[in-house]
């Protein structure tokens, strides 16, 4: 059954507040919790909200799904959130976001290899205005590019694009709606996250009642909330779609860096702004489907005439 037009509109308004909840972590992280700590932020974002939406679902994982579930929950979470964050620690201003990006441009050659679609020129054109656009809003040309944090930044992108194809192309289970899917990637991909936290920061750090209301915040809202928007998007929209929405999140960042930090936007940063919001809107145009021609009958001499049975003749 087609979607109509405004039930479309709907559901990527509704999966657009995913990237916009995600360009809130800037400030949440800078302003409410403890330095130095990207893994154990990592951690508190996904294991909390997956244990919190698999309570709510009360549906775990059968046959198959349960790999499946390991293997989206590493791509969409596990292996994402520390690669980002690294990224983010390493790389000078923005840079991570620009390379973050290009998600899009990653999708559409991995829906091709994947699901089958084959990009379109307009999509292509579309993907490198929203990465130029960004590029604008958030590139600074101080300080020396970092190979590890560059390396990092391009891995966490490739690893989101991935998951997000391969959600698409394996779906859902049957009778299973996105509350339980999501929950088993949080839940996977937080206990992927757990030893390498300990391993490498050591143990949790005290926390406030500010950092402790940060944390809650990325749990609920940032995390359950948005993921289950997001992987809900996934199931009823292109995964070209959905991944145009991306560029939203960095542009969230800059607005709120704006209105509530106190930095400064050039002319510069808004045609950038501009530019990649437009390109947002763009992808998600899908491509126009020629109209089907009615059945014309053929003319009354063409008709064939029925048989007429021959009779015998009479003894």
Same mark, same amino acid.
């Given at each position: 059954?087609?979607?109509?037009?405004?039930?479309?509109?709907?559901?990527?308004?509704?999966?657009?507040?995913?990237?916009?909840?995600?360009?809130?972590?800037?400030?949440?992280?800078?302003?409410?919790?403890?330095?130095?700590?990207?893994?154990?932020?990592?951690?508190?974002?996904?294991?909390?909200?997956?244990?919190?939406?698999?309570?709510?679902?009360?549906?775990?994982?059968?046959?198959?799904?349960? %790999?499946?579930?390991?293997?989206?929950?590493?791509?969409?979470?596990?292996?994402?959130?520390?690669?980002?964050?690294?990224?983010?620690?390493?790389?000078?201003?923005?840079?991570?976001?620009?390379?973050?990006?290009?998600?899009?441009?990653?999708?559409?050659? *991995?829906?091709?290899?994947?699901?089958?679609?084959?990009?379109?020129?307009?999509? *292509?054109?579309?993907?490198?205005?929203?990465?130029?656009?960004?590029?604008?809003?958030?590139?600074?040309?101080?300080?020396?590019?970092?190979?590890?944090?560059?390396?990092?930044? =391009?891995?966490?992108?490739?690893?989101?694009?991935?998951?997000?194809?391969?959600?698409?192309?394996?779906?859902?289970?049957?009778?299973?709606?996105?509350?339980?899917?999501?929950?088993?990637?949080?839940?996977? !991909?937080?206990?992927? $996250?757990?030893?390498?936290?300990?391993?490498?920061?050591?143990?949790?750090?005290?926390?406030?009642?500010?950092?402790?209301?940060?944390?809650?915040?990325?749990?609920?809202?940032?995390?359950? $909330?948005?993921?289950?928007? %997001?992987?809900?998007? $996934?199931?009823?929209?292109?995964?070209?779609?959905?991944?145009?929405? !991306?560029?939203?999140?960095?542009?969230?960042?800059?607005? $709120?860096?704006?209105?509530?930090?106190?930095?400064?936007?050039?002319?510069?940063?808004?045609?950038?702004?501009?530019?990649? =919001?437009?390109?947002?809107?763009?992808?998600?145009?899908?491509?126009?489907?020629?109209?089907?021609?009615?059945?014309?009958?053929?003319?009354?001499?063409?008709?064939?005439?029925?048989?007429?049975?021959?009779?015998?003749?009479?003894?």
């Amino acid at each position: 059954m087609a979607t109509s037009r405004p039930a479309l509109i709907t559901v990527t308004a509704l999966t657009a507040l995913a990237p916009v909840s995600w360009g809130t972590t800037y400030a949440v992280t800078t302003e409410f919790l403890p330095p130095d700590r990207p893994l154990f932020t990592g951690l508190m974002r996904a294991l909390p909200a997956g244990l919190l939406l698999l309570a709510l679902a009360r549906v775990l994982p059968r046959g198959a799904w349960w %790999w499946k579930s390991v293997v989206l929950g590493a791509l969409n979470i596990g292996a994402f959130f520390p690669l980002l964050f690294l990224s983010a620690y390493r790389l000078p201003g923005g840079m991570a976001a620009v390379v973050g990006s290009v998600g899009p441009l990653f999708v559409v050659g *991995l829906s091709a290899l994947l699901l089958g679609q084959r990009p379109s020129a307009r999509t *292509l054109l579309t993907g490198f205005a929203a990465a130029f656009g960004v590029s604008l809003v958030v590139l600074q040309a101080a300080g020396a590019l970092d190979v590890l944090g560059v390396l990092a930044a =391009f891995a966490s992108t490739a690893s989101m694009s991935t998951g997000t194809v391969l959600t698409k192309r394996w779906g859902r289970p049957e009778g299973v709606g996105p509350l339980a899917l999501t929950g088993w990637q949080l839940t996977a !991909g937080g206990l992927l $996250i757990a030893p390498l936290a300990v391993l490498v920061e050591g143990p949790p750090p005290a926390l406030d009642g500010r950092a402790a209301g940060g944390y809650l915040y990325l749990a609920v809202a940032n995390t359950a $909330i948005a993921y289950w928007l %997001w992987f809900r998007g $996934i199931g009823r929209l292109t995964a070209t779609q959905v991944t145009f929405l !991306g560029p939203l999140s960095p542009l969230t960042a800059a607005v $709120i860096g704006w209105a509530a930090l106190g930095q400064a936007l050039t002319p510069v940063q808004l045609a950038g702004m501009a530019l990649a =919001f437009g390109a947002t809107v763009a992808g998600q145009i899908g491509p126009r489907r020629k109209p089907s021609l009615p059945l014309i009958p053929p003319p009354r001499s063409a008709r064939p005439r029925p048989s007429r049975a021959v009779r015998a003749p009479s003894p």
